[in-house]
T-cell receptor, first 113, second 114 residues
Framework: NAGVTQTPKFQVLKTGQSMTLQCAQD?????MSWYRQDPGMGLRLIHY???????DQGEVPNGYNVSRSTTEDFPLRLLSAAPSQTSVYFC????????????FGSGTRLTVV | DQQVKQNSPSLSVQEGRISILNCDYT??????FLWYKKYPAEGPTFLIS?????DKNEDGRFTVFLNKSAKHLSLHIVPSQPGDSAVYFC?????????????FGTGTRLTIIP
């Protein structure tokens, strides 16, 4: 059971480049989310989804796009990378059994130069 | 507008003693409160949760207390062990549409001193 898989683990981008961070889960979870972690800021929600075809914005959505065409996959697209997007990105998934919270991937460390 | 707050960025505790991590929230629509533990270079892992209809939940060395009137929760770790050294995040979520996303605090770095 792989859980939540994120790729790549590390990435360096030049300002203005675009890329997609991949996230896949094999637990048939309805809810999926993307967070970024920055020093002193905790984990901030970028986008989330409550099921295939349904997405919504979180706290810091600017500069990012998402889509949810299948239950398993929830890619995060950076449209035009900026140094302010240098961060560690975490994907997470959950069922509607609230007490168990979300299962997180191991993260993608992104540096924009 | 930070809905979940952890006002102590760091905490050091002697091995074997009690660690108490605190968390405050502002959104009365939250129904579940969770604690996550995070080691460097890893994703957060779920530790323990509590429903808003309870005031205490225990799991081994970990106990979470909820004071709804004060909008405050705390995590107690007894006895503290060196492996408990990590960053602890408090989080909250609701159950109705629009509130099911998980909102995190800024974290508290716990260091257990041998």
């Amino acid at each position: 059971n792989a859980g939540v898989t994120q790729t790549p683990k590390f990435q360096v981008l030049k300002t203005g480049q675009s890329m997609t961070l991949q996230c896949a889960q094999d637990m048939n979870h309805e809810y999926m989310s993307w967070y970024r972690q920055d020093p002193g800021m905790g984990l901030r929600l970028i986008h989330y989804s409550v099921g295939a075809g349904i997405t919504d914005q979180g706290e810091v959505p600017n500069g990012y796009n998402v889509s949810r065409s299948t239950t398993e996959d929830f890619p995060l697209r950076l449209l035009s990378a900026a140094p302010s997007q240098t961060s560690v990105y975490f994907c997470a998934s959950s069922t509607d059994r609230e007490a168990y919270g979300y299962t997180f991937g191991s993260g993608t460390r992104l540096t924009v130069v | 507008d930070q809905q979940v707050k952890q006002n102590s960025p760091s905490l050091s505790v002697q091995e074997g003693r009690i660690s108490i991590l605190n968390c405050d929230y502002t959104n009365s629509m939250f129904d579940y409160f969770l604690w996550y533990k995070k080691y460097p270079a890893e994703g957060p892992t779920f530790l323990i949760s509590i429903s808003s209809i309870k005031d205490k939940n225990e799991d081994g060395r970990f106990t979470v207390f909820l004071n709804k009137s004060a909008k405050h929760l705390s995590l107690h770790i007894v006895p503290s062990q060196p492996g408990d050294s990590a960053v602890y995040f408090c989080a909250a979520r609701g159950t109705n549409f629009g509130n099911e996303k998980l909102t995190f605090g800024t974290g508290t770095r716990l260091t257990i001193i041998p």
